[in-house]
């Protein structure tokens, strides 16, 4: 998942609306006709970028697996442009849904795949995978696309949260940052160090707080991990005494101590910490690639912080992948597969580091980029194959983030965070009735 930093917002609530209507559906008139006049197999793609390089990557490797099975399996790719929230592709997505006219394959972000699977939108494709191949990818990849034990999609991309510290005002305030997972900072050592950075009109730590949306529970539900909490159960149903345990309310406690005591800026400025006004930001690992339109800058990653020393580490993760509909005739199914399989192969995911600067989902792909072996991308590394935390797998996601992204808004704009906790269950319990 790639947040903007002009528009992060809640996933679609309309896609969940829609994936609650939707039983497993037939199998859509556009795609019955297997075969092309060649007798290749015709497979329809739909994915969520366009102009952009990993839209123009798209574009290339579907080119590129055309040619590899020329007579056997040919594939026609749809970009279709997010829009706002992403709503473009959602309202597109929705609308085949209602109508069984899914393409045979399609990108979906990982947060959603459990809804799309328990409504039957998209087929397990375990039948057409090598379980040894699977052993490559990183843990959260396999995770975020498996529910109730059939694993649906893979994908070429993951995603972390890291901290991006200023070299030169570290020095100068004679703090060393950790490089490594072992020796992560507790939020105790975060606190008092982003504490003593902050001065003036610089804040310690910028923590993109005004994003709001998914970004909420992407980048801080961790901190609940790392006191070994949830903010659902195991059933995926019950929120109340996990979203609001006493777990939930020390991570937003947390979160309101730094603000309260103004070490990080709950509206923080546009590339605060590229401009200085910030001595660290915790953001994405999307945030190497704009770095680079700063050259003077000097600046490292530490680690996502731990609650506690020897506590549990966990971090963000979790990107798009590939998955096959329920729109997909059974003889193309396996051809879908392959199509999936090559999309997620090793040189897929190092050509989409190169186009979007996001961490490969492959150990192999890690180890032929040379950068994710040293520092400062070495972080990145260890995070994705140590101490990575899928999101909730579980049909009612969008409403249990949106509530809980709300929770947090509502706790750094003074609310008392058990309090901000206790309404999301409320609404949490009206929305999926």
């Avoid at 800026?265 to 546009?270: E, F, L, R, S, V």
């Avoid at 912080?305 to 993760?317: H, I, L, N």
Wanted: glycine share 6%; net charge negative; hydrophobic share 35%.
């Amino acid at each position: 998942m790639k947040f903007s930093k002009k528009t992060i917002a809640a996933i679609s609530m309309a896609t969940l609306l829609i994936f609650s209507m939707v039983g497993c559906g037939s199998q859509g008139e556009s795609n019955k006709v297997a075969k092309n006049a060649d007798g290749s197999v015709s497979l329809n793609f739909w994915v969520h970028e366009t102009d952009s390089p990993e839209g123009q990557l798209y574009k290339q490797r579907v080119e590129e697996f055309n040619k590899a099975n020329e007579g056997k399996i040919k594939v026609d790719l749809t970009q279709i442009a997010r829009t706002g929230d992403a709503s473009g592709y959602d309202d597109k997505v929705n609308a085949a849904i209602t109508t069984d006219s899914l393409p045979d394959v399609l990108t979906v972000d990982g947060p959603n795949v459990a809804a799309q699977a328990d409504a039957g939108v998209i087929e397990p494709i375990d039948q057409f995978v090598d379980k040894e191949d699977l052993k490559d990818f990183n843990k959260d990849i396999i995770n975020q696309g498996t529910y109730k034990g059939k694993l649906y999609g893979l994908g070429a991309m993951d995603s972390s949260v890291v901290i991006y510290y200023n070299k030169d005002m570290f020095a100068k305030a004679s703090i060393t940052a950790p490089t490594s997972v072992a020796n992560a900072w507790t939020w105790d050592e975060l606190y008092e160090n982003a504490k003593k950075m902050t001065k003036d009109d610089v804040y310690g730590i910028d923590m993109n707080l005004k994003w709001g949306g998914e970004w909420n529970t992407f980048a801080f539900l961790p901190l609940v991990q790392s006191l070994d909490g949830q903010i659902v159960a195991d059933d995926g149903q019950t929120v109340d005494g996990s979203i609001n345990s006493d777990k939930s309310v020390q991570a937003l406690s947390y979160i309101k101590k730094l603000v309260d005591d103004k070490v990080v800026n709950p509206t923080p400025i546009d590339n605060s910490f590229e401009n200085e006004k910030a001595a660290m930001v915790l953001t994405g690992t999307w945030e190497t690639g704009g770095l680079a339109k700063y050259p003077d800058l000097k600046w490292g990653i530490m680690p996502y912080p731990v609650a506690k020393k020897d506590g549990t580490a966990a971090s963000p993760c979790g990107s798009w992948g590939f998955y096959m509909t329920k729109d997909c005739a059974t003889e193309k199914q396996e051809a879908a597969a392959e199509l999936i399989k090559f999309l997620t192969n090793t040189d897929s995911c190092i050509a989409m580091y190169k186009a979007n600067g996001m961490p490969p989902a492959r150990a192999t792909a890690f180890n032929k980029i040379d950068e994710f072996k040293k520092e400062p991308l070495n972080v990145i590394t260890e995070q994705l194959q140590n101490t990575a935390k899928v999101r909730p797998l579980t049909p009612n996601y969008p409403v249990i983030s949106d509530q809980f992204s709300k929770a947090i808004t509502n706790t750094i704009h003074g609310m008392d965070p058990k309090q901000a906790l206790d309404e999301a269950v409320k609404q949490i319990d009206v929305q999926v009735k």
